[in-house]
């Protein structure tokens, strides 16, 4: 439970409609004007995005794998170009949830907060409010509240909503956050959870420098923008960014999960519509979710056959040698030669545990990383004397192949204990603190505490621990054994 709850001020519309507080002002009031600015900002953004990436079709670009946006939060006039960008990289198939954090300008939030009302009110319709997100999260994350009073008169999140609008299919629902404090931890988990929801994604809203004259504002944006690049949270300080606080919540996601950080443009009010005396900061960028870590289509079975090969050819090539021996990969099929991560586990033909060793993240083919792991499997396991020849007649090779680990929306150990992923591999992180266990383990360990508790073991921590930072995963294989049916 929340340690910190903010009531909603007496003029709050609790349950009902949080009406347009910056139309007029921070963009146009008039719905025709206003979607006429908004599609003539996207327009210019897909145009370069399409001169950028070579699009010769004329479809627009989408970012694959797209978790989160970074967008400005100015007037229309000024930042309204930059965030274009933002948005023109969604699939508008793939959305129909947005959970969007940003600044307390006016009120200030001990944490993050929520709003009660059922929908938001722009110039071009309602936005519904997904209240079961947000109840969610005020039950399982620390330092979410209900802020009514903090959103009412706010601009960061509201400028968003007319992009969103024009971008989006009807039916979308928002889930609008303030935060006010610096808790990168519980804003990661925040977006974690979140993000593990089908169809959801995250936009985090935030100028760049205030006030700067162009040219050190453009050095000044330079360095911040590298900072969120390389995805370190503590470079980003008071004066780098007013959404500074959700901003270092979403790279420590990106940090925990993996997901990759593009810049999509940058610029300043100088550019757009103001003087080059005295400007703000603008940049938009993409967060999307890494390579998948294994083939997404199933292994045919001469791929499977030719997997196992190589383990086999691995194991004994290296005993009959005395040395380690790495067999010549097959010209085919050609999955073998894309980037694939695998664990290679070694049993007796009675189901006797004599070796497993893998990885958990694609760095090298698929066909190299089973090669690899047969040889640790076979020599290396330090929880087993190296493999000889008389336990190698006994030897049946199992092949796992890893599916893109992705994040499991858990943030305490009750809560992981609630919704177990029974049946999937599981990866805890906490610091320096890492194991995982296949999802075979289910099968000697089906009972859920008993699991968790050998797992948290294996990672050097205590059954219930739960570290700040701590973060899980979960993973599905493939796997096929020397012996089974090929298909």
């Known amino acids: ?84 960008f933002a948005y023109a990289v969604l699939d508008p198939a793939l959305v129909r ?49 209900p802020a009514d009073d903090a959103h009412d008169p706010e601009h960061s999140l509201e400028v968003q909503l007319p992009f969103l609008q024009r971008v989006l299919d009807p039916g979308w629902t928002l889930v609008p956050l303030l935060v006010g404090a610096d808790l990168p931890d519980a804003v ?119 997997l196992l090969q190589l383990a086999r050819a691995t194991i004994d090539g290296s005993l009959r040698a005395g040395r380690r021996v790495r067999p010549d990969l097959p010209a085919g099929p050609a999955v073998l030669h894309e980037p694939g991560a695998a664990f290679v586990t070694l049993r007796t033909h009675d189901g006797a545990l004599l070796g497993c060793i893998g990885s958990l993240a694609a760095r090298q083919s698929l066909a190299a990383d089973v090669v690899e792991h047969a040889y640790d499997a076979a020599f290396r396991d330090p929880r087993f004397p190296p493999m000889d020849p008389e336990r190698a007649r006994d030897l049946v090779i199992d092949v796992s192949v890893l599916s893109a680990p992705r994040p499991w929306p858990a943030t305490s150990w009750a809560d992981l204990l609630a919704h177990v992923p029974v049946g999937s591999g599981v990866i805890v992180t906490a610091g320096s603190h890492r194991a995982t266990f296949l999802p075979a383990v289910w099968q000697q360990l089906p009972d859920p505490p008993a699991f968790l508790a050998a797992l948290w073991r294996k990672a050097g921590l205590r059954a219930g621990d739960w570290p700040s930072g701590t973060v899980v995963e979960v993973y599905d294989v493939e796997e096929f054994a020397e012996g089974s049916p090929p298909g």
């Open 1 to 84: 439970m929340s340690r910190w709850r903010r009531g909603a001020s007496a003029g709050s519309v609790v349950g009902g409609v949080r009406p347009a507080a910056v139309a007029g002002r921070f963009y146009a009031g008039q719905p025709e004007r206003l979607a006429a600015e908004v599609d003539a900002h996207l327009e210019a953004a897909r145009a370069a995005l399409a001169r950028q990436r070579a699009v010769e079709d004329g479809s627009p670009w989408l970012a694959e794998g797209l978790v989160a946006v970074i967008a400005p939060h100015a007037g229309h006039v000024y930042s309204g170009p930059t965030a274009g």
């Open 97 to 145: 949830r947005v959970v969007l954090l940003g600044p307390a300008h006016y009120v200030p939030v001990e944490g993050i907060g929520t709003s009660s009302a059922a929908a938001w009110r722009t110039p071009l319709g309602d936005v519904p409010l997904d209240q079961g997100v947000a109840s969610d999260l005020l039950e399982h994350v620390d330092g979410v509240t």
């Open 188 to 306: 990661a988990a925040v977006i974690a959870r979140c993000s593990a929801l089908p169809d959801t994604l995250v936009v985090v809203s935030t100028d760049l420098s205030h006030y700067l004259d162009h040219q050190a504002a453009v050095a000044h944006d330079e360095r911040t923008i590298g900072a969120v690049l390389a995805r370190r949270p503590e470079s980003i300080g008071p004066s780098d960014a007013c959404g500074r606080y959700p901003l270092r919540g979403l790279l420590t996601a990106a940090l925990a999960h993996h997901w990759e950080v593009e810049l999509l443009d940058a610029r300043n009010s100088g550019d757009t519509a103001g003087d080059w005396d005295r400007v703000v900061g603008y940049a938009a960028f993409a967060l999307t979710a890494t390579t998948p870590s294994g083939p997404r289509a199933g292994l045919d079975a001469a791929a499977r056959t030719a």
